[in-house]
């Protein structure tokens, strides 16, 4: 088990209505010093149908797909001892704080991506912010009970507050 701190900022700006948390970045994802890099995690493409885009392929079409539609993205957890990508190892977790994103931007909703997120998220930020987070089912390729089509109709939620 190793120490990691989180490697990349948060991506938002004035206008993000929503705002997706995720647990920690994936060892796909630091190597990539951006969101979801895993090549089998699903966020992109859940994203992408439920905004209608087509699937973005760089952190360029990445950051411009989020940024029109008005949706941050960053992680509950600023630092952690953890297992390669495992959440179910993460130990020592110290939180990000989220209130410059709630402050800078138009934030509607919080949603965090999967159980360890909104745990996490209920234990660490929800007490600092006061805002209630929406927990959605991860989409990480470890979530193999959802299928691309069920993410789509629960994550569909978001779509309300864009």
């Not at 990349?8 to 990539?32: T, W």
Request: aromatic content about 10%; some cysteine; hydrophobic content about 40%.
């Amino acid at each position: 088990m190793s120490a990691v701190v989180h490697p990349f900022p948060p991506l938002y700006d004035a206008d993000s209505r929503v705002l997706i948390l995720g647990s920690f970045p994936s060892v796909k994802s630091r190597e990539a010093m951006f969101f979801y890099g895993h090549p089998q995690n699903r966020f992109w493409r859940v994203t992408a149908a439920l905004l209608g885009c087509a699937v973005p392929q760089t952190v360029e079409e990445k950051s411009a797909m989020l940024h029109s539609r008005h949706i941050a993205l960053w992680d509950v957890i600023s630092s952690c001892e953890i297992n390669g990508s495992s959440d179910s190892s993460i130990k020592n977790a110290r939180p990000n704080d989220i209130r410059p994103i709630l402050a800078e931007g138009r934030i509607a909703a919080v949603f965090c991506n999967g159980q360890t997120a909104y745990r996490l998220y209920c234990r660490y930020l929800e007490p600092l912010c006061g805002r209630e987070a929406v927990c959605l089912p991860s989409t990480s390729p470890a979530n193999a009970t959802f299928s691309l089509e069920r993410l789509c109709e629960h994550w569909r939620i978001i779509t309300q507050y864009l």
